[in-house]
């Protein structure tokens, strides 16, 4: 049983690689997912085009970065999650079920925004579950892995969730993306004090909102603002937690 949730756990993560390099390394724009992607450069409020489509060098950075991640992650699961130090089902269950989600959902929303944001959201919901299971033995939560892998669920759900509401309320984009700017902090700093000793989880998020600050610097400058303000939140929650 051991050896086949490691293996389920292993082929989500390859199916979540697969899924974001076609997405990010994809020459045919007008066959992405119109949800994500409308035109060349990315629209302001398409912010989850930002980190998922990169177009300069700060947003590609993060991605190859969790690109790398997420296959150490399987790495470690093949060489060293055996016997005793193999993970509970449940907490490989929810895992799986989160890269399976982070795969899916962009292509989802192509037909469906609604769902497709509703499956991201599931994804987040997993992997905050795995990190927080009581039956579990807190490996998962003090992974530095899991940490960047959850950093990016966080600021991805919420880049989506800022595109979601201005297509869906005709809202701003840039108050959609205050709007989405705070939740994230305030989810972030409830993530982080379940996890106190993984820095890299607020630490990727931060990254995240740099990444899109610079990306959006010139063709939405209040979005990049928010987005150093909430660094700024970011960096007095690290120091709390850290000290």
């Not at 269950?93 to 509703?118: D, E, K, R």
């Not at 990190?131 to 892995?145: E, F, N, T, Y």
């Not at 890299?200 to 990444?211: E, G, P, R, S």
Request: charged share 10%; net charge negative.
């Amino acid at each position: 049983m051991a050896q086949l949730g490691k293996l389920v756990l292993v082929f989500s993560t390859l199916v979540f690689l697969a899924s974001s390099m076609s997405l990010a390394l994809h020459e045919d724009q007008q066959r992405q997912p119109s949800y994500i992607v409308e035109n060349i450069p990315v629209e302001p409020n398409l912010l989850a085009a930002v980190l998922l489509i990169p177009e300069d060098m700060a947003t590609w950075v993060i991605l190859v970065g969790v690109w790398i991640t997420v296959a150490g992650f399987a790495i470690f699961t093949m060489k060293d999650l055996d016997g005793e130090r193999a993970l509970p089902p449940a907490d490989i269950a929810l895992l799986s079920g989160a890269f399976l989600c982070g795969a899916v959902w962009p292509w989802i929303a192509y037909h469906a925004p609604l769902a497709g944001f509703l499956v991201c959201v599931i994804m987040l919901i997993a992997q905050i579950a795995a990190i927080s299971r009581r039956m579990s033995d807190g490996r998962l939560a003090h992974s530095p892995l899991i940490g960047i892998i959850l950093g990016w669920t966080t600021i991805l759900t919420f880049t989506a969730f800022a595109s979601f509401i201005h297509d869906a309320m005709r809202m701003p984009p840039e108050l959609a993306s205050l709007v989405a700017s705070v939740i994230a902090c305030v989810t972030t700093m409830a993530v982080q004090m379940r996890m106190p000793r993984n820095a890299l989880y607020t630490i990727t998020v931060m990254f995240a909102f740099l990444a899109l600050s610079a990306a959006m610097i010139e063709s939405a400058p209040a979005i990049a603002v928010i987005s150093v303000l909430s660094i700024a939140a970011l960096t007095f929650l690290l120091v709390r937690v850290t000290t």
